[in-house]
């Protein structure tokens, strides 16, 4: 018998025959796998075609298939937070870089990207400052500063003489803990279900303008409990006596005004209280109040110290330096310190978690929906040195 003969008889597997029926099986589990992705991208074609009429009927640019098939994860946020329904962010790829999985361990889940991104955009841009500080993000429930505000001391020598031991330099570490800032907005079920409501840009809003508003007065006058250490909540002495741990300030000459005869002196002063090395980055910060009255000031020749941007964007300069309008600082009073100059990037840093999670909760606040945001952030003087404050007192 011959090898064709032994391969084809009945009961004998020879090794074409075994590969054409693996190819066979192969075709055959291809098939249907084929068929049940024709299935599932019919009913998803049927899904957003009616998605499209709907949001023609509510007056909003119909949304391309295209489109939608590109941004899984924010069609699972919005289920998620509309019903609760989480079978669309199991299946998402984790990626933490972007903010977009499911934290399981406390039955959140990250904002997604879109969301997340505009968050951050409303918070650097409010008059907080933050626009103006260091920021930087950890992944710790600290952050630690190391300073070296010293110097090695120095000395000239001769040729034949011994050499005398100097100064060694100290190094200060500042230690900025990270503390938990919330919000909690609420939707009736019914509003969620409104297919014409954009959850995610409301979420957004809600959550900016509560985090924007309590980070900018603890930036300025948080006294660290459960809370960043704001700037002016540490101790102020004369800049004539003043050490590390400190902020120093010059006064105006007046309680509660500036000096009648030169109100314009106290602001020069100000300015060259500060070392060399720091007014070259340094920026003006006050309130919507002061800023008012010191426009007003002339210097000896009659020239306004006070000059507006030039172009859209840019922000009015005083004395050649930037001006920053934030509201959290104190009106001119006796005894205010209404005026802070520096160099704040610097002098102060901001600490903070670079993920913001959304915890939806529908049963404490029925028939609303709660959706309870938490985010992780600190700041702290960082130098001393770096930031003086204008104080409206005689002395």
Not at 12 to 38: C, M, W, Y
Not at 103 to 128: N, R
Not at 211 to 216: L, M, P, T
Not at 263 to 281: F, T
């Amino acid at each position: 018998m011959s090898e064709t003969e032994r391969n084809e008889a009945p009961g004998h597997d020879g090794p074409a025959l075994e590969v054409k029926r693996a190819l066979n099986g192969f075709l055959s589990d291809f098939r249907t796998f084929q068929g049940d992705i024709e299935t599932r991208l019919e009913k998803q074609e049927e899904r957003l075609t009616m998605l499209d009429r709907k949001t023609q009927i509510a007056g909003r640019p119909a949304l391309s298939s295209a489109a939608a098939a590109e941004a899984p994860h924010k069609k699972a946020f919005a289920a998620y937070l509309r019903s609760g329904d989480d079978e669309g962010l199991r299946g998402l790829e984790l990626e933490g870089k972007a903010l977009s999985s499911g934290v399981g361990s406390d039955g959140g889940y990250l904002v997604d990207p879109e969301t997340a991104e505009t968050i951050k955009g409303v918070l650097h841009s409010t008059a907080s400052i933050r626009s103006i500080a260091q920021v930087v993000s950890v992944e710790a429930t600290s952050f630690d500063v190391l300073v070296d505000h010293s110097d090695i001391g120095s000395g000239w020598a001769s040729e034949t003489a011994n050499q005398v031991e100097t100064d060694t330099p100290q190094i200060e570490r500042v230690t900025i803990p990270l503390h938990e800032l919330s919000a909690m907005p609420k939707a009736s079920q019914r509003l969620l279900d409104d297919s014409a409501f954009d959850i995610e840009g409301w979420l957004a809003a809600r959550i900016a303008d509560k985090f924007s508003r309590a980070e900018a007065a603890a930036f300025l006058t948080g006294d660290g409990v459960d809370k960043p250490k704001g700037l002016l909540g540490h101790p102020q002495v004369a800049d004539g006596s003043w050490s590390w741990g400190n902020l120093g300030y010059i006064a105006t000459g007046s309680d509660g005004d500036f000096d009648a005869i030169s109100p314009a002196d106290a602001i020069l002063d100000l300015v060259y209280a500060l070392g060399a090395e720091y007014r070259a980055n340094a920026s003006f910060v006050m309130n919507s109040k002061t800023a008012g009255a010191v426009r007003k000031m002339k210097d000896a020749d009659g020239r306004f110290l006070w000059t507006d941007g030039m172009a859209a964007g840019e922000p009015a300069r005083l004395m050649g330096y930037p001006v920053l309008i934030a509201e959290d600082m104190p009106d001119i009073a006796a005894g205010a310190v209404a005026v802070a100059f520096g160099d704040f990037r610097a002098g102060y840093t901001i600490a903070e978690r670079p993920d913001l999670r959304v915890l939806r909760d529908p049963f404490s606040a029925k028939p609303h929906v709660l959706f309870y945001a938490t985010k992780r952030v600190g700041g702290d003087v960082s130098d001393f040195a770096a930031i003086k404050l204008l104080k409206f007192a005689a002395v």
